[in-house]
């Protein structure tokens, strides 16, 4: 896992948004489902394009809020495949925020998602060899 401090990385973000204010609490602070939700999306995304098809999420571990979000901030979200298993993909997510009119980042959120690669009778299937 990535630790507090760390640098933003090189990569493209797998989803960048523009938090909202349905998307927060009566003070403005971003929900931290919403958060993990759009971390969720991003995962898939890779999963999806690795496994070559449907992939879903049988797990979230280490789920960590470094810093709050704010309505109007910039969130981009990270995600890299760090392990792969025969049917299962883990995935390091982290999500950045960027203050509206400001050009510094801060890590928020980070956590690994599991997902398993299913067939079209939602059971798992084995990842081909020569995915991603």
Request: aromatic fraction near 6%; glycine fraction near 8%; include cysteine.
């Amino acid at each position: 896992m990535v630790e507090q401090g760390a640098e933003q990385p090189k990569t493209q973000p797998a989803i960048r948004v523009s938090t909202m204010p349905a998307d927060a609490n009566a003070y403005g602070d971003i929900f931290g489902g919403w958060l993990m939700g759009q971390m969720d999306l991003a995962a898939g995304l890779v999963a999806a394009r690795h496994s070559r098809g449907r992939a879903v999420t049988v797990a979230v571990e280490g789920m960590k809020f470094h810093a709050p979000v704010s309505v109007g901030d910039e969130v981009s979200v990270y995600a890299e495949i760090v392990k792969v298993g025969r049917t299962s993909m883990t995935i390091e997510v982290q999500s950045w925020r960027r203050a509206r009119h400001s050009e510094e980042s801060c890590l928020v959120t980070q956590a690994q998602f599991v997902f398993v690669a299913v067939d079209a009778n939602k059971r798992p299937r084995p990842l081909d060899e020569n995915a991603g």
